[in-house]
């Protein structure tokens, strides 16, 4: 069985820092593309960061500069760092798994910035 777990989400302040983690399991962790997308009340999932299986990242043009995208291997987890968040941020993170043409969602986690 598949599980993709994050965890780190909460209420942090404009200009703080936050870390997210996603811990895979069922999978070969190593063999996935993995991303971050997120979702806003009212709005359509979009896709913050991907990296990939051979390191390279990809980042949107709304986070590129503030947050960091990293994977560690040995414990199936991919990381999010966010520095400089701002209330356009707030949403539901949702991490991703991604292989030809299996895709497997975790559950998300919560990030809200506010003062």
């Known amino acids: 069985q598949v599980q993709l777990v994050e965890s780190g989400g909460g209420l942090v302040q404009p200009g703080g820092s936050l870390r997210l983690s996603c811990r895979g399991s069922g999978i070969i962790f190593s063999s996935y593309d993995m991303g971050w997308y997120r979702q806003a009340p009212g709005k359509q999932r979009d896709l913050v960061a991907t990296i990939f299986v051979g390191g390279g990242t990809y980042y949107s043009d709304s986070v590129k500069g503030r947050f960091t995208i990293s994977r560690d291997n040995a414990k199936n987890t991919v990381y999010l760092q966010m520095n400089s968040p701002q209330p356009e941020d707030t949403a539901v993170y949702f991490c991703?798994?991604?292989?030809?043409?299996?895709?497997?969602w975790g559950q998300g986690t919560q990030v809200t910035v506010s003062s």
């Open positions: 991703n798994a991604r292989i030809a043409i299996q895709n497997y």
